[in-house]
């Protein structure tokens, strides 16, 4: 009886013995796995935010690991653990499959990069310059300073405009004359003003054309370029200088009218 005892207590220091030395080994090898993957994280060009996610993620995925061994050292069986485990993780991922897809959507923005921070981006109607990027949403300010927060999930299934991404950018405006002005004129009154301004590109030259012809004036269209941060400066003059140039060229804009007829 004696011996069964202090073999069993012989097999249970063993046991522990060797859970210790796990524990210890395990730890030293949990840093250096960690140091490693630190180090090709910053040889990468992921945003810092899914450094800290990955690193997260791979210390906790590593302390589990290194709790299962230490537990199959020590004879304990792991099998109902690893279950209770793996339904703990399924309810988790079920209550929070909103939040994870939004963490997901996350590392898709952070890796890809389809905007960085002070962009001008327009998504789900809204516009604005992005102000921070986290794993879960992306804030934006408008113009108007609101601040405004959106899911990632919803940014990466919409579809969005970076109006920031390109050097230059397109001014797209549309003028109405009157039938009874000259269509020619017009479009040289058009070119002057375009000219006239330096913030435009002389090349790509500026495109004016006759767009339609609806039924009590006709649409011309006047696209130019010029540099992004520009956008609104070269739209507002635009806008102004050709109103302007219009009423001394005396061409006609016209506004909706209406004949009534009295029968008596």
Sequence with gaps: MKEK?????????????????????????????????QKALEKTRLDKSVHKFVMTATR???????????LTSLKVPTAPLVTVLGACGAAVALALKDSLGNIASGIIILANKPFIRGDVIEVTGITGIVQSIDLLVTTLKTYDNKVITIPNGTITASVLVNYSREEKRRVDLTFTISYDSDIAKAK?????????????????????????????????????????????????????????????????????????????
């Design 188 to 264: 040289d009154v058009l070119l002057a003003v375009a000219e006239s301004n330096s913030d435009i590109f002389a090349d790509p030259a500026p495109v004016i054309g006759v767009a339609e012809h609806q039924d009590s004036a006709i649409l011309l269209d006047l696209k130019v370029w010029c540099e992004n941060s520009r956008y609104y400066d070269v739209r507002y003059y635009l806008e102004e200088q050709v109103k302007l140039a219009f009423d001394e060229a005396n061409i006609t804009i016209p506004y909706p009218q209406m004949d009534v007829r009295v029968i008596k």
């Design 5 to 37: 005892t202090l073999e069993k207590l012989l097999e249970y220091g063993g046991n522990l013995l060797m859970a210790v030395v796990v524990f210890a080994v395990g730890m030293v090898l949990i840093k250096l796995a960690l140091k490693i993957t």
């Design 60 to 70: 906790y995925t590593l302390y589990i690991i290194l709790a299962v061994v230490i």
